[in-house]
């Protein structure tokens, strides 16, 4: 199952459960990692307000330094030049307009006319804002009969825990990223059978004032059969009972023990080898762990995830982790919830999901139906569940490839003209000084339209204030805090200079693809993560408040 789905994993047989405690493509032969606007990184938020410095997450064991430099790639490697250049096919599922201040879900598909199995090791998804976050599955091409593009889920009863028990788990996103790259080491993969089709919820929220447009579009790199080492399955977990106290930090643990049902299901104890973790929560996020449960390594920290920024959060594990005798996995997520309401569970309030591809003989998926506070350890109020857990069998359409696919020349799925020389993720263009300003051009609205959508929205310069600059300020308190701050960057320009956009720090990290610093080093440019930059007439609206003197309006 995807992230964010709101019932347990189920197949298309009789599952074993028990409860536990505590023709639409555009080909690419590129190396689509070899350049600037496809080198996908995990950054988080610049420590001192996105001015030009880069700090790792804490996830991945990347490197941390200034001068926008960037993070290890998880799972992500350049093709060499004498390597033959990766197989990539992209598809857009095109533009999708977005009312003002709007939270959306939605559904959407892609026919993919495979007459072939299609073998892939890494998905791509890139999408120009305001995707909150998606869940994407494999379903054969008669189920959910209907038209590719954006439809109401509704109008075709589709819903994730359907679409796994029709299907198969393909990817899912990180919360609130621009790019997500769903990549697997040499010889792992993810497979789209023949005559399958893609689908997915999808949530949106535009948080500006403003109707916006945005694209979403999704790429695979494909393998020759002859190089599949193993089919990767899902193993997707939830803490679906959640009550987050308000004005209180909190933790939510489980303990999901997946030995009898997996048992039951393939005639074997469990044998994990995970390949893939992604972690699922929202802007409340304050800490993911997870461990193993039995065997060799039982109580081991294999994942963890400090904050929320909107960053790509999946990780790779190469080469892949072993866990002889394991049987499951414990997971908790840490809230730190300063708002004044209860926060409980869905899109619109928060999540608990862990998301594992593994080498595994059955599909698993556990929820938390039931939930009670059990105590409290430094100031953190601790919430535990019982996990229900249920196992299934792979399905055949799973299987790895067959002598006939392997002895065949790669197959490689028709191209629809819409997405020909389409590349994989948008390319970052400067804006366009002579663009006129959206209006008014005054701060107000510069905070609703610029900050609230592109700052606040991913946490980095909001309530928590992350990244060190609270821009969810207003009025007077906003203007006081671009005005004084003091930028950390190497960089001798002020945050604003009043009358002066070229001077100011903060329209040159707005305006350019690769802004410099004082020593000539290109940085990470705003909104972080984003490969591209804002509409140049929200670009514009700025350098027309800052040319008019930054004024308090």
């Not at 591809?357 to 698993?364: C, K, P, R, T």
């Not at 592109?454 to 805090?481: N, P, Q």
């Given at each position: 199952m995807g992230l964010g789905a709101r019932a347990p994993l189920a197949f298309d047989r009789a599952p074993v459960v028990s409860r536990t405690g505590g023709g639409d493509m555009q080909v690419h032969r590129a190396k689509w990692y070899a350049t600037g606007a496809l080198a996908i990184v995990v950054v988080a938020c610049a420590g001192s307000g996105g001015e030009g410095e880069s700090t790792a997450s804490a996830t991945t064991g990347e490197t941390t330094g200034e001068s926008g430099a960037t993070t290890e790639d998880v799972g992500t490697t350049a093709a060499s030049e004498d390597e033959d250049p990766p197989v990539v096919v992209t598809h857009s599922f095109g533009s999708l307009k977005l009312a003002a201040n709007s939270d959306t879900n939605r559904c959407v598909q892609w026919t993919v006319n495979n007459d072939e199995h299609l073998y892939v090791q890494s998905v791509l998804l890139a999408n120009s804002g305001a995707l909150h976050h998606s869940n994407w599955y494999v379903v054969p091409e008669e189920e959910y009969p209907g038209e590719d593009g954006y439809f109401p889920c509704g109008e075709r009863d589709f819903n994730d825990l359907a679409a796994a028990l029709k299907g198969s788990v393909l990817f899912a996103q990180s919360t609130q990223a621009f790019t997500d790259d769903q990549r697997f080491i040499d010889g792992a993969v993810v497979k789209v059978p023949a005559r399958n089709k893609v689908m997915a919820t999808v949530h949106t929220v535009n948080a500006a004032p403003r109707e916006v447009d945005t694209e979403l579009r999704m790429s695979f790199e494909l393998v020759h059969p002859s190089e599949v080492e193993t089919v990767v399955a899902p193993i997707s977990a939830q803490y679906r009972e959640l009550a987050i106290p308000p004005a209180t930090r909190s933790s939510f643990t489980t303990r999901c023990d997946w030995s009898s049902s997996y048992y039951g299901a393939v005639g074997a104890p469990p044998d994990f080898k995970i390949h893939y973790i992604l972690p699922h929560y929202h802007y409340l996020g304050e800490r993911f762990e997870l461990r193993v449960v039995g065997g060799e390594r039982d109580g081991e920290l294999i994942y963890e995830l400090d904050g929320f920024t909107g960053d790509a959060l999946g990780r790779t594990y190469d080469p892949p982790l072993e866990l002889p005798g394991a049987t499951g996995f414990e997971f908790s997520c840490a809230y730190n919830n300063w708002t004044e309401n209860t926060v409980?569970?869905?899109?619109?309030?928060?999540?608990?999901?862990?998301?594992?591809?593994?080498?595994?003989?059955?599909?698993?998926?556990?929820?938390?139906?039931?939930?009670?506070?059990?105590?409290?350890?430094?100031?953190?109020?601790?919430?535990?569940?019982?996990?229900?857990?249920?196992?299934?069998?792979?399905?055949?359409?799973?299987?790895?490839?067959?002598?006939?696919?392997?002895?065949?020349?790669l197959y490689i799925p028709p191209v629809d003209p819409a997405d020909q020389g389409l590349p994989p993720i948008p390319p970052c263009y400067d804006s366009d000084p002579q663009v006129a300003p959206e209006?008014?051009?005054?701060?107000?609205?510069?905070?609703?339209?610029?900050?609230?959508?592109?700052?606040?929205?991913?946490?980095?310069?909001?309530?928590?204030?992350?990244?060190?600059?609270?821009?969810?300020?207003?009025?007077?308190?906003?203007?006081?805090?671009?005005?004084?701050h003091v930028v950390k960057a190497d960089t001798a320009l002020p945050l604003i200079a009043p009358g002066d956009p070229e001077g100011s720090w903060l329209y040159r990290?707005?305006?350019?693809?690769?802004?410099?610093?004082?020593?000539?080093?290109?940085?990470?440019?705003?909104?972080?993560?984003?490969?591209?930059?804002?509409?140049?007439?929200?670009?514009?609206?700025?350098?027309?408040?800052?040319?008019?003197?930054?004024?308090?309006?």
């Open positions: 409980g569970w869905g899109g619109k309030g928060e999540m608990c999901v862990a998301l594992i591809l593994a080498e595994s003989e059955a599909m698993l998926g556990g929820t938390v139906f039931e939930s009670s506070a059990v105590g409290l350890e430094d100031g953190v109020v601790q919430y535990e569940g019982d996990c229900f857990d249920i196992a299934k069998p792979k399905a055949p359409e799973q299987g790895m490839p067959t002598p006939e696919e392997i002895a065949a020349p209006q008014p051009t005054t701060l107000s609205s510069v905070a609703s339209s610029i900050f609230a959508p592109s700052c606040t929205f991913s946490s980095c310069h909001g309530e928590l204030a992350v990244a060190g600059l609270d821009l969810s300020l207003t009025g007077a308190a906003l203007h006081t805090a671009l005005s004084e990290l707005l305006s350019r693809c690769d802004p410099l610093n004082d020593a000539g080093d290109a940085v990470a440019h705003m909104p972080l993560n984003a490969p591209f930059l804002l509409d140049d007439e929200l670009v514009a609206k700025l350098r027309a408040w800052i040319e008019a003197g930054a004024p308090n309006d």
